[in-house]
């Protein structure tokens, strides 16, 4: 398995709050992302890293930022937490190479916002 | 905006048959395609991954790409019950970023 950890695994939060996930990788990929899965929708990409420092917004990125200080971390905040944003997030990892660009996946975080 | 549809089932096939998932895509451009399995609770594993036309196989899994029909497949042989899952098909959606869009996923029920 690629070495990717997510923390926390559960959160429970209230509205209005600030919330900071943590994905941690051991693989030394270039590229990292944050997907956020919904029944009905599937996998929708928050946002994404193909650097340190270098990151850009994906496909549902309002109410979310992230940071990549570190090449082994990519932080997702939610800013002010909203029950919309109830959700499991998933983080990604990616190298390129001979293989293409196979995503590989960390365990998830069930967020709930009350 | 790019799309990837797929049929959300469930399919419910008799173990030992042949399981088939179908996905379509919108854009042409796309060059890699990809399968993820997941289970319930649990997050997308690769099953495999498939780039020319035509039939990749490892294992009991073959992918069948159809880059001017737009539709990539995967047939799953001698299905088990273990198979039961819900699969998950991407496309590759910008190269330079190594982005994918993913479809909805369809929900395999594999009866013993």
């Given at each position: 398995d690629a070495g990717i950890t997510q923390s926390p695994r559960h959160k429970v939060t209230e509205?209005?709050?600030p919330v900071t996930l943590r994905c941690h990788q051991t693989e030394n990929h270039r590229y990292m992302y944050w997907y956020r899965q919904d029944p009905g929708h599937g996998l929708r990409l928050i946002h994404y890293s193909y650097g340190v420092k270098d990151t850009d917004k994906g496909e549902v990125s309002d109410g979310y930022?992230?940071?990549r200080s570190k090449t082994e971390d990519?932080?997702?905040t939610l800013e002010s937490a909203t029950s919309s944003q109830t959700s499991v997030y998933f983080?990604?990892?990616s190298e390129s190479g001979t293989g293409g660009n196979e995503q590989f996946f960390g365990p998830g975080t069930r967020?709930?916002?009350l | 905006q790019k799309e990837v549809e797929q049929n959300s089932g469930p399919l419910s096939v008799p173990e030992g048959a042949i399981a088939s998932l179908n996905c379509t895509y919108s854009d042409r451009g796309?060059?890699?395609f990809f399968w993820y399995r997941q289970y319930s609770g649990k997050s997308p594993e690769l099953i495999m991954f498939i780039y020319s036309n035509g039939d990749k196989?490892?294992?009991r899994f073959t992918a069948q790409l159809n880059k001017?029909?737009?539709y990539v497949s995967l047939l799953i042989r001698d299905s088990q019950p273990s198979d039961s899952a819900t699969y998950l098909c991407a496309v590759e959606a910008d190269t330079g970023f190594q982005k994918l869009v993913f479809g909805t996923g369809t929900r395999l029920l594999v009866s013993p």
């Open positions: 509205t209005g709050t930022s992230v940071s990519f932080l997702l983080c990604a990892i967020l709930t916002v | 796309s060059q890699s196989e490892d294992g001017a029909s737009q």
